[in-house]
């Protein structure tokens, strides 16, 4: 049974599910995405993603007309596989289409880059033997790209992943609930003390990728909340 959270970005709540493997996930349409689909590798008993995800995905499959294969979607940074900042720890990110042929895979970007329901579709020349898309959302705190910038009161999965990473390194949040509040905040700021950082408890650019080097690939601690 998987914990699943997942930041509605129309009522700008966050919202917890539970599903079985087999189950489809939260606001999947005709049980095209399972749970253990949207799992992937992911060893978590604790997901997240959001609602626009969720439907942009319904959209795809609709578009696509045909069932789509997932090599990846799920990773808490802790896991790593993907880059520091990748949108799959914000669960907003899906690899699909590696058990398709080559001429599939083609007919599966095409449909995604002009569908109109992602984000960000990868150039295909950079996925030869996959097809990326995500549904990001915010406004990076980087000027290269990345996760936005976070500070008391912000709520949603990227949240999460801060909270993820602060409890990992054992800045413990209180809790891990997309919710950025005053023990959220007094993590950061602990931890941005402890690594020469000015500690004003805002996750920004600087913040966000000391983080994720600190945490991508390293695997569960003590500390870990599920």
């Known amino acids: 049974m998987a914990k699943?959270?997942?930041?509605?970005?129309?009522?700008?709540?966050?919202?917890?599910?539970?599903?079985?493997e087999n189950d489809p996930m939260p606001y999947n349409s005709n049980g095209t995405l399972k749970v253990r689909e949207f799992r992937g590798s992911s060893n978590s008993?604790?997901?997240?993603?959001?609602?626009r995800t969720m439907q942009s995905w319904n959209s795809q499959r609709y578009v696509f007309g045909?069932?789509?294969?997932?090599?990846?979607?799920?990773?808490?940074?802790?896991?790593?596989?993907?880059?520091?900042?990748?949108?799959?720890?914000?669960?907003?990110?899906?690899?699909?289409g590696q058990r398709l042929s080559g001429a599939?895979?083609?007919?599966?970007?095409?449909?995604a880059n002009n569908s109109g329901v992602w984000s960000f579709v990868e150039p295909i020349s950079l996925t030869p033997t996959w097809v990326h898309f995500d549904k990001r959302f915010g406004t990076p705190a980087c000027s290269s790209g990345g996760y936005p910038l976070l500070k008391r009161g912000s709520l949603s999965n990227y949240v999460l992943i801060a909270q993820d990473d602060l409890n990992t390194l054992g800045y413990r949040t209180g809790g891990l609930d997309g919710i950025f509040?005053?023990?959220?905040?007094?993590?950061?700021?602990?931890?941005?003390?402890?690594?020469?950082?000015s500690a004003d408890g805002i996750v920004g650019c600087n913040t966000w990728r000391a983080l994720q080097e600190a945490v991508v690939g390293t695997g569960r601690t003590s500390t870990t909340i599920d």
């Open 66 to 96: 045909s069932p789509i294969p997932v090599g990846f979607a799920f990773k808490r940074p802790w896991e790593g596989g993907h880059g520091t900042q990748s949108q799959h720890y914000a669960g907003t990110a899906f690899d699909v």
């Open 45 to 51: 008993s604790t997901l997240w993603t959001t609602k």
């Open 181 to 197: 509040g005053a023990a959220t905040q007094d993590a950061v700021r602990r931890y941005q003390s402890s690594v020469g950082l």
């Open 104 to 111: 599939q895979r083609t007919r599966l970007w095409n449909s």
């Open 4 to 20: 699943i959270l997942v930041f509605n970005n129309d009522t700008d709540r966050m919202e917890t599910y539970y599903r079985g």
